[in-house]
Protein backbone atom coordinates (compact mmCIF):
# COMPACT_ATOMS: atom_id res chain seq x y z
CA UNK A 1 0.00 0.00 0.00
CA UNK A 2 1.60 3.67 -0.60
CA UNK A 3 0.97 5.43 2.02
CA UNK A 4 -0.20 9.30 1.39
CA UNK A 5 1.62 12.03 2.92
CA UNK A 6 -0.78 14.51 4.94
CA UNK A 7 -0.76 17.83 4.24
CA UNK A 8 -0.59 18.80 7.94
CA UNK A 9 2.81 16.45 8.05
CA UNK A 10 4.23 18.52 5.36
CA UNK A 11 3.69 21.88 7.01
CA UNK A 12 5.95 19.65 10.40
CA UNK A 13 8.67 18.70 8.39
CA UNK A 14 11.48 21.31 8.22
CA UNK A 15 11.94 23.32 4.90
CA UNK A 16 14.33 25.46 3.18
CA UNK A 17 13.33 28.74 0.85
CA UNK A 18 15.58 30.11 -1.78
CA UNK A 19 13.49 32.06 -3.60
CA UNK A 20 10.44 34.30 -2.11
CA UNK A 21 9.81 38.33 -2.59
CA UNK A 22 8.74 40.26 0.20
CA UNK A 23 6.62 42.37 -2.08
CA UNK A 24 4.82 38.75 -3.17
CA UNK A 25 4.09 37.60 0.33
CA UNK A 26 2.11 39.88 2.40
CA UNK A 27 -1.18 38.51 4.14
CA UNK A 28 -4.06 40.21 2.11
CA UNK A 29 -5.44 41.75 5.40
CA UNK A 30 -2.11 43.72 6.09
CA UNK A 31 -2.66 45.05 2.35
CA UNK A 32 -5.65 46.67 3.45
CA UNK A 33 -5.09 48.22 6.51
CA UNK A 34 -1.70 49.35 5.38
CA UNK A 35 -3.55 51.26 1.85
CA UNK A 36 -6.41 52.39 4.06
CA UNK A 37 -3.45 54.51 6.14
CA UNK A 38 -1.61 55.27 2.71
CA UNK A 39 -4.08 56.13 0.94
CA UNK A 40 -3.79 54.07 -1.50
CA UNK A 41 -6.81 52.41 -3.78
CA UNK A 42 -7.29 48.93 -4.07
CA UNK A 43 -9.09 47.01 -6.10
CA UNK A 44 -11.18 45.71 -2.86
CA UNK A 45 -10.68 46.50 0.95
CA UNK A 46 -12.44 42.67 1.66
CA UNK A 47 -9.33 40.91 2.54
CA UNK A 48 -10.67 37.66 1.23
CA UNK A 49 -11.48 38.71 -2.36
CA UNK A 50 -8.17 40.92 -2.64
CA UNK A 51 -6.31 37.80 -2.07
CA UNK A 52 -8.26 35.90 -5.01
CA UNK A 53 -7.67 39.51 -6.87
CA UNK A 54 -4.27 38.81 -6.67
CA UNK A 55 -4.50 35.20 -7.53
CA UNK A 56 -6.84 35.73 -10.39
CA UNK A 57 -4.84 39.10 -11.83
CA UNK A 58 -1.48 37.51 -11.58
CA UNK A 59 -3.29 34.12 -13.64
CA UNK A 60 -2.03 36.49 -17.06
CA UNK A 61 0.22 33.89 -19.04
CA UNK A 62 2.34 36.87 -19.38
CA UNK A 63 5.20 37.77 -16.69
CA UNK A 64 4.93 41.43 -17.49
CA UNK A 65 1.50 41.75 -16.54
CA UNK A 66 1.72 39.60 -13.67
CA UNK A 67 4.75 41.91 -12.59
CA UNK A 68 1.74 44.54 -12.75
CA UNK A 69 -0.03 43.39 -9.45
CA UNK A 70 2.85 44.35 -7.58
CA UNK A 71 1.90 48.13 -7.59
CA UNK A 72 -0.32 47.38 -4.60
CA UNK A 73 2.10 45.88 -2.97
CA UNK A 74 4.90 47.71 -2.99
CA UNK A 75 2.70 51.10 -3.13
CA UNK A 76 1.78 49.90 1.11
CA UNK A 77 5.24 49.50 1.78
CA UNK A 78 7.01 53.26 1.49
CA UNK A 79 7.33 53.79 5.37
CA UNK A 80 10.33 52.27 7.61
CA UNK A 81 7.18 50.87 9.75
CA UNK A 82 5.10 49.42 6.94
CA UNK A 83 8.17 47.64 5.81
CA UNK A 84 8.61 46.43 9.28
CA UNK A 85 5.54 45.08 9.86
CA UNK A 86 5.82 43.10 6.32
CA UNK A 87 9.15 41.67 6.78
CA UNK A 88 8.15 40.84 10.54
CA UNK A 89 4.87 38.76 8.91
CA UNK A 90 6.61 37.06 6.36
CA UNK A 91 8.84 36.09 9.21
CA UNK A 92 6.30 34.72 11.45
CA UNK A 93 4.10 33.02 8.20
CA UNK A 94 7.40 31.11 7.03
CA UNK A 95 7.77 30.08 9.88
CA UNK A 96 4.40 28.77 11.26
CA UNK A 97 4.47 26.70 7.53
CA UNK A 98 7.66 24.90 9.21
CA UNK A 99 9.98 27.01 7.06
CA UNK A 100 13.45 26.68 8.87
CA UNK A 101 15.67 28.65 6.46
CA UNK A 102 14.47 30.99 3.95
CA UNK A 103 16.78 33.88 1.92
CA UNK A 104 13.87 36.38 1.49
CA UNK A 105 14.64 39.40 -1.64
CA UNK A 106 13.27 42.78 -1.94
CA UNK A 107 14.14 45.78 -3.95
CA UNK A 108 15.40 48.19 -1.77
CA UNK A 109 14.99 51.19 -5.41
CA UNK A 110 11.33 50.71 -5.46
CA UNK A 111 10.44 51.20 -1.69
CA UNK A 112 11.83 55.39 -1.54
CA UNK A 113 8.54 57.30 -3.14
CA UNK A 114 7.71 58.63 0.37
CA UNK A 115 11.02 60.05 1.68
CA UNK A 116 12.82 56.84 2.36
CA UNK A 117 16.68 56.28 1.44
CA UNK A 118 18.03 52.94 0.64
CA UNK A 119 19.90 52.27 4.26
CA UNK A 120 16.53 53.22 6.18
CA UNK A 121 14.48 50.50 3.86
CA UNK A 122 17.02 47.52 3.96
CA UNK A 123 17.32 48.26 8.07
CA UNK A 124 13.80 48.57 8.06
CA UNK A 125 13.34 45.29 6.47
CA UNK A 126 15.94 43.43 8.62
CA UNK A 127 14.70 44.53 11.81
CA UNK A 128 11.13 43.11 10.67
CA UNK A 129 13.04 39.49 10.25
CA UNK A 130 15.07 39.99 13.48
CA UNK A 131 11.71 40.78 15.38
CA UNK A 132 9.60 38.05 13.29
CA UNK A 133 12.24 35.09 14.14
CA UNK A 134 12.15 36.17 17.22
CA UNK A 135 8.47 35.78 17.83
CA UNK A 136 9.16 32.54 16.10
CA UNK A 137 11.31 30.91 18.23
CA UNK A 138 9.56 31.87 21.29
CA UNK A 139 6.18 30.42 19.71
CA UNK A 140 8.48 27.12 19.09
CA UNK A 141 8.92 27.39 15.26
CA UNK A 142 12.36 28.63 14.97
CA UNK A 143 13.46 30.10 11.55
CA UNK A 144 16.34 32.08 10.30
CA UNK A 145 16.19 34.80 7.81
CA UNK A 146 18.51 36.23 5.72
CA UNK A 147 17.55 39.12 2.84
CA UNK A 148 18.54 39.20 -0.70
CA UNK A 149 18.82 42.75 -1.87
CA UNK A 150 17.23 42.68 -5.49
CA UNK A 151 18.22 45.40 -8.39
CA UNK A 152 15.17 45.69 -11.35
CA UNK A 153 16.78 44.73 -14.60
CA UNK A 154 14.97 47.44 -16.19
CA UNK A 155 16.56 50.15 -14.37
CA UNK A 156 19.92 51.49 -13.89
CA UNK A 157 20.73 51.13 -9.94
CA UNK A 158 22.19 47.85 -9.82
CA UNK A 159 25.69 49.26 -8.83
CA UNK A 160 24.60 51.14 -6.10
CA UNK A 161 22.48 47.92 -4.52
CA UNK A 162 25.26 45.83 -4.87
CA UNK A 163 27.50 47.90 -2.93
CA UNK A 164 24.54 48.31 -0.39
CA UNK A 165 24.14 44.74 -0.27
CA UNK A 166 28.09 44.41 0.68
CA UNK A 167 27.48 47.15 3.07
CA UNK A 168 24.73 44.99 5.00
CA UNK A 169 26.69 41.56 4.57
CA UNK A 170 27.37 41.03 7.98
CA UNK A 171 24.18 42.42 9.49
CA UNK A 172 21.11 40.11 7.78
CA UNK A 173 22.25 40.50 3.87
CA UNK A 174 22.99 37.24 2.15
CA UNK A 175 23.05 38.06 -1.13
CA UNK A 176 21.97 40.26 -4.73
CA UNK A 177 19.58 39.18 -7.09
CA UNK A 178 17.92 41.07 -10.63
CA UNK A 179 14.47 40.87 -11.10
CA UNK A 180 11.84 42.22 -13.12
CA UNK A 181 10.84 41.91 -17.17
CA UNK A 182 12.83 39.57 -18.97
CA UNK A 183 12.82 40.06 -22.11
CA UNK A 184 14.79 43.16 -23.56
CA UNK A 185 16.56 43.04 -20.28
CA UNK A 186 19.48 40.76 -20.56
CA UNK A 187 21.49 40.71 -17.69
CA UNK A 188 24.80 41.55 -19.35
CA UNK A 189 23.36 45.47 -18.83
CA UNK A 190 23.99 44.45 -15.26
CA UNK A 191 27.98 42.96 -15.47
CA UNK A 192 29.80 45.84 -13.77
CA UNK A 193 27.90 44.85 -10.43
CA UNK A 194 28.26 41.34 -10.99
CA UNK A 195 31.54 41.65 -10.98
CA UNK A 196 32.01 44.00 -8.21
CA UNK A 197 30.55 41.45 -6.20
CA UNK A 198 32.90 38.82 -7.40
CA UNK A 199 35.93 40.83 -6.49
CA UNK A 200 33.77 41.52 -3.21
CA UNK A 201 33.35 37.05 -2.44
CA UNK A 202 29.72 37.61 -2.22
CA UNK A 203 26.79 35.59 -3.60
CA UNK A 204 24.16 36.17 -6.17
CA UNK A 205 21.57 34.72 -8.23
CA UNK A 206 19.68 35.88 -11.11
CA UNK A 207 16.29 35.63 -12.52
CA UNK A 208 16.68 33.95 -15.91
CA UNK A 209 15.04 31.22 -18.14
CA UNK A 210 11.69 32.08 -16.79
CA UNK A 211 10.09 34.50 -19.57
CA UNK A 212 12.91 34.26 -21.93
CA UNK A 213 15.12 31.26 -23.08
CA UNK A 214 18.54 29.75 -22.83
CA UNK A 215 20.39 32.89 -24.09
CA UNK A 216 19.36 34.72 -20.62
CA UNK A 217 20.83 31.20 -18.40
CA UNK A 218 23.78 31.71 -20.77
CA UNK A 219 24.95 35.12 -20.15
CA UNK A 220 23.62 34.39 -16.43
CA UNK A 221 25.97 31.89 -16.08
CA UNK A 222 29.50 32.39 -18.06
CA UNK A 223 28.95 36.39 -18.51
CA UNK A 224 28.20 37.43 -15.43
CA UNK A 225 28.78 33.95 -13.00
CA UNK A 226 25.77 33.51 -11.08
CA UNK A 227 25.56 31.43 -8.13
CA UNK A 228 21.97 30.05 -8.72
CA UNK A 229 19.15 31.02 -11.15
CA UNK A 230 16.14 32.06 -10.17
CA UNK A 231 14.22 29.99 -12.16
CA UNK A 232 16.03 28.88 -14.74
CA UNK A 233 13.29 26.14 -16.08
CA UNK A 234 13.90 26.85 -19.40
CA UNK A 235 17.29 25.04 -19.23
CA UNK A 236 15.20 22.14 -20.86
CA UNK A 237 15.20 24.07 -24.02
CA UNK A 238 18.49 22.52 -24.26
CA UNK A 239 17.33 18.88 -23.54
CA UNK A 240 16.65 16.42 -26.16
CA UNK A 241 13.31 14.39 -24.97
CA UNK A 242 13.08 10.72 -25.23
CA UNK A 243 13.87 7.58 -23.37
CA UNK A 244 17.56 8.69 -22.72
CA UNK A 245 17.41 12.45 -22.84
CA UNK A 246 20.34 14.70 -24.34
CA UNK A 247 22.02 17.07 -22.94
CA UNK A 248 23.01 20.10 -25.04
CA UNK A 249 26.38 21.98 -23.63
CA UNK A 250 24.73 24.46 -21.76
CA UNK A 251 22.39 22.15 -20.02
CA UNK A 252 25.50 19.54 -19.21
CA UNK A 253 27.05 22.63 -17.88
CA UNK A 254 24.53 23.67 -15.19
CA UNK A 255 24.09 20.14 -14.62
CA UNK A 256 28.13 18.96 -13.91
CA UNK A 257 28.77 22.42 -11.78
CA UNK A 258 25.35 21.65 -9.62
CA UNK A 259 24.02 25.65 -10.14
CA UNK A 260 21.01 25.48 -8.39
CA UNK A 261 17.95 26.02 -9.91
CA UNK A 262 15.07 28.04 -7.43
CA UNK A 263 12.22 26.27 -9.51
CA UNK A 264 8.70 27.80 -8.52
CA UNK A 265 5.83 25.47 -10.13
CA UNK A 266 2.72 27.74 -9.11
CA UNK A 267 4.33 31.08 -10.46
CA UNK A 268 6.12 29.31 -13.87
CA UNK A 269 1.98 27.87 -14.31
CA UNK A 270 0.91 31.58 -13.97
CA UNK A 271 2.98 33.52 -15.88
CA UNK A 272 3.27 31.05 -18.88
CA UNK A 273 6.70 29.06 -18.27
CA UNK A 274 4.71 25.77 -18.32
CA UNK A 275 1.41 25.17 -19.03
CA UNK A 276 0.56 22.97 -15.91
CA UNK A 277 2.04 21.84 -12.92
CA UNK A 278 1.94 18.34 -14.28
CA UNK A 279 3.95 18.99 -17.30
CA UNK A 280 6.59 21.42 -15.15
CA UNK A 281 9.92 20.25 -16.36
CA UNK A 282 10.91 19.78 -12.59
CA UNK A 283 9.70 16.49 -13.12
CA UNK A 284 12.28 15.55 -15.93
CA UNK A 285 15.32 17.69 -14.11
CA UNK A 286 14.52 15.77 -11.01
CA UNK A 287 14.80 12.62 -12.96
CA UNK A 288 18.45 13.75 -14.40
CA UNK A 289 19.63 15.26 -11.16
CA UNK A 290 19.50 18.55 -11.57
CA UNK A 291 20.42 20.16 -8.39
CA UNK A 292 16.52 21.35 -7.87
CA UNK A 293 15.32 23.47 -5.68
CA UNK A 294 11.22 24.16 -4.81
CA UNK A 295 10.21 27.02 -4.33
CA UNK A 296 7.20 29.83 -3.49
CA UNK A 297 8.04 33.04 -5.45
CA UNK A 298 5.14 35.34 -4.33
CA UNK A 299 3.03 33.59 -2.07
CA UNK A 300 0.40 36.24 -2.31
CA UNK A 301 -0.01 36.59 -5.95
CA UNK A 302 -0.14 32.24 -5.97
CA UNK A 303 -2.30 32.07 -3.09
CA UNK A 304 0.83 29.68 -2.21
CA UNK A 305 3.22 28.34 0.58
CA UNK A 306 6.27 26.31 0.81
CA UNK A 307 3.93 23.27 2.44
CA UNK A 308 1.30 24.17 -0.63
CA UNK A 309 4.27 23.79 -3.83
CA UNK A 310 5.41 20.50 -2.07
CA UNK A 311 2.17 19.10 -1.76
CA UNK A 312 1.39 19.53 -5.35
CA UNK A 313 4.06 18.01 -6.18
CA UNK A 314 3.25 14.87 -4.23
CA UNK A 315 -0.17 14.92 -5.21
CA UNK A 316 1.00 15.34 -9.55
CA UNK A 317 4.29 13.27 -9.68
CA UNK A 318 3.77 10.94 -6.33
CA UNK A 319 6.40 12.23 -4.46
CA UNK A 320 7.42 10.82 -1.13
CA UNK A 321 9.39 12.15 1.75
CA UNK A 322 12.54 11.10 -0.06
CA UNK A 323 12.21 13.05 -2.53
CA UNK A 324 11.32 15.89 -0.37
CA UNK A 325 14.21 15.61 1.52
CA UNK A 326 16.32 15.50 -1.38
CA UNK A 327 14.67 18.62 -2.44
CA UNK A 328 15.07 20.57 0.95
CA UNK A 329 18.98 19.70 1.13
CA UNK A 330 19.33 20.64 -2.05
CA UNK A 331 17.94 24.00 -1.05
CA UNK A 332 20.36 24.22 1.82
CA UNK A 333 23.23 23.27 0.24
CA UNK A 334 22.68 26.01 -2.38
CA UNK A 335 22.16 28.45 0.32
CA UNK A 336 24.00 31.27 0.38
CA UNK A 337 25.21 31.33 4.67
CA UNK A 338 28.58 29.96 5.31
CA UNK A 339 28.68 26.06 4.70
CA UNK A 340 29.06 25.14 7.85
CA UNK A 341 26.14 26.81 8.97
CA UNK A 342 24.27 25.25 6.21
CA UNK A 343 25.82 22.08 7.60
CA UNK A 344 24.52 22.52 10.73
CA UNK A 345 20.76 22.52 9.45
CA UNK A 346 21.05 19.67 7.53
CA UNK A 347 22.60 17.84 10.33
CA UNK A 348 20.65 18.93 13.37
CA UNK A 349 17.74 20.16 12.04
CA UNK A 350 16.30 18.62 8.50
CA UNK A 351 17.59 14.78 8.43
CA UNK A 352 16.76 13.82 12.05
CA UNK A 353 13.26 15.19 11.14
CA UNK A 354 12.92 13.49 7.58
CA UNK A 355 14.73 10.57 9.24
CA UNK A 356 11.69 9.82 11.67
CA UNK A 357 9.10 9.80 9.25
CA UNK A 358 11.84 7.49 6.71
CA UNK A 359 12.36 5.16 9.03
CA UNK A 360 9.67 5.22 11.96
CA UNK A 361 6.06 4.06 12.28
CA UNK A 362 3.64 4.68 9.50
CA UNK A 363 6.62 5.38 7.81
CA UNK A 364 6.13 5.14 3.47
O1 LIG B 1 9.13 35.76 -10.88
C1 LIG B 1 9.52 36.93 -11.01
N1 LIG B 1 10.26 37.27 -12.09
C2 LIG B 1 10.77 38.51 -12.26
N2 LIG B 1 10.55 39.49 -11.40
C3 LIG B 1 9.79 39.22 -10.32
C4 LIG B 1 9.25 37.96 -10.08
N3 LIG B 1 8.54 38.01 -8.94
C5 LIG B 1 8.66 39.26 -8.47
N4 LIG B 1 9.39 40.00 -9.31
C6 LIG B 1 9.74 41.40 -9.17
C7 LIG B 1 8.58 42.26 -8.72
C8 LIG B 1 9.01 42.77 -7.38
O2 LIG B 1 8.55 44.10 -7.15
C9 LIG B 1 10.51 42.72 -7.43
C10 LIG B 1 11.24 42.72 -6.12
O3 LIG B 1 10.79 41.76 -5.24
O4 LIG B 1 10.74 41.54 -8.17
ZN1 LIG C 1 11.07 35.69 -8.43
Given at each position: MVATIRYEDIVQVPKALLHDHLDGGLRPATVVELAAEAEHELPTTDPEALGRWFVDAANSGSLERYLETFAHTVGVMQTASSLRRVARECALDLAGDGVVYAEVRFAP????????NLDEVVAAVIAGFDEGSALAAAAGTPIRVGALLTAMR???RSQEIAELAVRYRDTGVVGFDIAGAEAGFP????LDAFEYLQRENFHFTIHAG???GLPSIWQAI?????????????????ITPGPEPVLGRLAAYVRDKRIPLELCPSSNVQTGATPSIAEHPIGLLRDLRFRVTVNTDNRLMSGTSMSREMALLVDTFGYGWRELQWLTINAMKSAFIPFDQRLQIIDEVIKPAYGRLLTGPGRP
Open positions: ELHLERGLHAAPTRHEAFQWCGADRLGHGVRIVDD
